[in-house]
């Protein structure tokens, strides 16, 4: 598990630092809110991947983090490794 993050995180620090994004925007207008328009070329401009990190709006920062903790979360409960056959590694599993 652990190698495959490790291997996604290369090769997307690689793609950030080369310049490559997607085509399309990251905000705009949404459910009446007019928010001001940012691409992913927009980011991509702010330099290096740290810079981009920087150039996130503040609302994006905080999706991203909120997902990958759920994700985290769930995929440590018990009835998640249940439905999967498995147990907790420290309740006597792998």
């Not at 630092?17 to 949404?30: A, R």
Request: glycine share 18%; with cysteine; proline share 4%.
């Amino acid at each position: 598990k652990h190698g495959r993050v490790a291997m996604a995180g290369f090769v997307g620090y690689c793609l950030q630092s080369n310049g490559v994004h997607f085509p399309w925007g990251i905000q705009g207008q949404f459910a009446g809110y007019d928010l001001p328009a940012v691409s992913f070329g927009d980011i991509a401009a702010a330099g290096g991947p740290a810079d981009q990190w920087d150039a996130l709006p503040t609302a994006g920062k905080a999706q991203i983090l909120l997902v990958i903790g759920f994700l985290e979360m769930y995929g440590e409960t018990s009835a998640a490794l249940e439905m999967d056959g498995q147990k907790h590694y420290v309740r006597g599993g792998k």
